[in-house]
């Protein structure tokens, strides 16, 4: 072989050693995120199988359900979308630390950012449970409270009752989660406000017989 071919073949081994020996070099660190990744996940599995678990002693679903407030499968689909919810925290928990080992610096910053999330999303899921809960109560509740009236009309106002609850909560998980605040609080704003017009409405026109009648009999026990 000659000497310029030798020359030229010194750049291409020296790319080959270095490759090589970056490799030997990261491998540790390679090897201990995996590892650390793994443990994440099969952590993870075991916090989601303890949430059910403990919601399955506590026996909400049956609670609900005997009580006549929620449908039980419907109280499952809640449960296990904060279960997968509480997974996926544990996982990314661990995901951070690992991604961090293998030099992954960006994609640090924006688990980081996924996980400061992650809380208004469970918190939203909690708040969504709540309303619906109370929605089914309120609907029992206004239900059998106009019972008197005919059973159409009174299903009306139930009714009416339950999706201004679910409109409310709606609204609240929507400012949780940080969907366009400004407008959510300016509908917010504009239903109260219509709410109140529409009871001042109801309640003057209502009452507008009975205030004269109490009027003139005040007037006459003046005049006494």
Same mark, same amino acid.
């Given at each position: 072989?000659?000497?310029? =071919?030798?020359? $030229?073949?010194?750049?291409?081994?020296?790319?080959?050693?270095? *490759?090589?020996?970056?490799?030997?070099?990261?491998?540790?660190?390679? *090897?201990?995120?995996?590892?650390?990744?793994?443990?994440?996940?099969?952590?993870?599995?075991?916090?989601?199988?303890?949430?059910?678990?403990?919601v399955s002693f506590i026996k909400l679903s049956k609670l609900l359900k005997n009580a006549k407030i929620a449908n039980e499968k419907t109280i499952s689909v809640w449960i296990e979308v904060l279960a997968e919810l509480l997974r996926w925290v544990t996982v990314i928990l661990f995901l951070v630390p690992t991604v961090e080992v293998w030099g992954l610096s960006r994609m640090?910053?924006?688990?980081?950012?996924?996980?400061?999330?992650?809380?208004?999303?469970?918190?939203?899921?909690?708040?969504?449970?709540?309303?619906?809960?109370?929605?089914?109560?309120?609907? =029992?509740?206004?239900? $059998?409270?106009?019972?008197?009236?005919?059973?159409?009309?009174?299903?009306?106002?139930?009714?009416?009752?339950?999706?201004?609850?679910?409109?409310?909560?709606? %609204?609240?998980? %929507?400012?949780?989660?940080?969907?366009?605040?400004?407008?959510?609080?300016?509908? #917010?704003? &504009?239903?109260? #406000?219509?709410?109140?017009?529409?009871? &001042?409405?109801?309640? &003057?026109?209502?009452?507008? +017989? *009975?205030?004269?009648?109490? %009027?003139?009999?005040?007037?006459? +026990?003046?005049?006494?």
């Amino acid at each position: 072989m000659q000497k310029g =071919d030798a020359n $030229n073949m010194n750049p291409v081994i020296d790319v080959f050693a270095s *490759f090589y020996k970056k490799t030997l070099l990261y491998l540790p660190n390679f *090897f201990y995120g995996l590892l650390v990744l793994i443990l994440g996940l099969l952590l993870s599995s075991i916090v989601k199988q303890l949430f059910i678990s403990l919601v399955s002693f506590i026996k909400l679903s049956k609670l609900l359900k005997n009580a006549k407030i929620a449908n039980e499968k419907t109280i499952s689909v809640w449960i296990e979308v904060l279960a997968e919810l509480l997974r996926w925290v544990t996982v990314i928990l661990f995901l951070v630390p690992t991604v961090e080992v293998w030099g992954l610096s960006r994609m640090v910053t924006v688990l980081n950012s996924l996980l400061f999330y992650l809380p208004n999303v469970i918190v939203a899921v909690i708040v969504g449970l709540i309303g619906y809960i109370v929605a089914n109560l309120a609907y =029992d509740i206004v239900l $059998n409270s106009v019972n008197t009236l005919q059973k159409g009309f009174a299903k009306t106002i139930a009714a009416g009752a339950r999706s201004s609850i679910i409109v409310f909560t709606s %609204l609240i998980i %929507l400012n949780q989660l940080g969907v366009a605040q400004d407008l959510i609080r300016i509908l #917010f704003t &504009g239903i109260v #406000f219509m709410l109140a017009l529409a009871g &001042g409405l109801a309640f &003057g026109l209502g009452g507008k +017989e *009975f205030a004269q009648t109490l %009027l003139k009999n005040l007037l006459k +026990e003046l005049k006494k």
